[in-house]
């Protein structure tokens, strides 16, 4: 079953990417207005997982000694125009894809699940 709080989720997180996605494209002439993401769904579950704690940083290394935690570097704007606007119309139709694309992935996965699930309860 958790798999269906996990779609859920995830569903949540791309309405918000999807309306952040709305809002930038709507000021996209707006000068001064910075473009805006929300951070990845990897990285929105793990901070809200629990979290293994050690005594030595080294019990939660890696086999070369770093750390297992990875920073990446944030998304930068294609294009920053003289207004001060950083909203790239192109990326956000990407992001745009992105997310519809997200959508129909989490919602066939779901229905998967669920036939799997009633088929086993059927017997």
Same mark, same amino acid.
């Given at each position: 079953? *958790? %798999? ?18 709305? @809002? ?8 001064? *207005?910075?473009?805006? #993401? =929300? ?18 940083? %080294? /019990?939660?290394?890696?086999? #070369?000694?770093?750390? =297992? #935690?990875?920073?990446?570097?944030? @998304?930068?704007?294609?294009? =920053?125009? /003289?207004?001060?606007?950083? =909203? ?28 799997? *699930? ?6």
């Amino acid at each position: 079953m *958790y %798999l269906f709080g996990l779609s859920s989720r995830r569903a949540e997180w791309l309405s918000q990417r999807q309306s952040i996605v709305a @809002e930038n494209v709507a000021n996209a002439n707006t000068p001064g *207005y910075i473009g805006k #993401d =929300v951070k990845g769904f990897t990285e929105a579950m793990e901070s809200t997982q629990l979290a293994m704690a050690g005594s030595n940083p %080294l /019990h939660l290394a890696a086999v #070369d000694g770093r750390s =297992v #935690d990875v920073e990446s570097g944030s @998304e930068t704007a294609w294009e =920053v125009t /003289h207004s001060g606007n950083s =909203v790239s119309l192109e990326q956000e139709m990407l992001k745009s894809g992105e997310v519809q694309s997200g959508f129909s992935l989490n919602t066939s996965i779901a229905k998967a699940f669920q036939r799997f *699930y009633l088929m086993g309860v059927k017997g």
